[in-house]
């Protein structure tokens, strides 16, 4: 399997109260962060960032892919999307983030490709809520994603009915992240202030 990564890093951060993908995370920014995380699994061409329109980024490695959603304020589907879309040809499956993991560890990522089999989805599952945006897509559900989108259907669970779906207790995932931080969004300042403080970073930096 080719492996692929997406980052959706469109989203308002109306809670956070500025862009989450430029918030500094000690030498790097969240977003800087997470693609260099997503590196150590995904080679660097394989990353793709899907932004908004208009959406100032920071500087990123070099082959890492930029778009741009094409409707606003569609929620992660729409992100998933456009990342699918604009996945090199030979790339075969992509993890799916967003940038306000900071804590995410390699190994998780890893785990989720090794999920999938020959399901068309692996997805995190703690028994009630499904975490779309640590799971693993083929870039064939493009498709029904697409006539989802169409149909204003957002929520991601509508594709996991749609598509052969592998739920992945989230249980299982300690034994590569015991502490689940990967599945640790950052939404609200609290959030940003106990994920520096975990990673050992001062605020001053």
Do not use: W
């Amino acid at each position: 399997m080719i492996r692929g990564a997406i980052v959706l890093c469109g989203g308002q951060s109306t809670r956070m109260g500025r862009d989450k993908a430029t918030l500094p995370f000690g030498p790097e920014s969240m977003l800087q962060r997470v693609v260099r995380l997503l590196t150590e699994v995904v080679a660097v061409r394989h990353v793709v960032v899907v932004a908004a329109r208009g959406q100032a980024l920071p500087d990123l490695p070099v082959g890492v892919i930029i778009t741009r959603d094409e409707q606003e304020a569609r929620g992660p589907l729409e992100g998933i999307a456009a990342g699918l879309r604009a996945l090199p040809i030979e790339v075969d499956a992509a993890y799916t983030t967003s940038c306000d993991v900071p804590l995410l560890v390699p190994a998780f990522v890893e785990h989720m490709f090794a999920e999938l089999s020959e399901s068309s989805i692996a997805v995190p599952f703690d028994g009630t809520h499904h975490h779309p945006l640590a799971a693993v897509y083929r870039r064939s559900v493009l498709s029904a994603v697409e006539e989802l989108l169409a149909i204003n259907r957002l929520r991601p669970r509508f594709l996991f009915d749609e598509v052969a779906t592998c739920e992945v207790e989230v249980q299982r995932l300690r034994a590569v992240d015991p502490e689940l931080r990967t599945l640790e969004n950052l939404n609200q300042p609290e959030d940003y202030l106990a994920a520096l403080k975990i990673a050992g970073i001062p605020l001053s930096e």
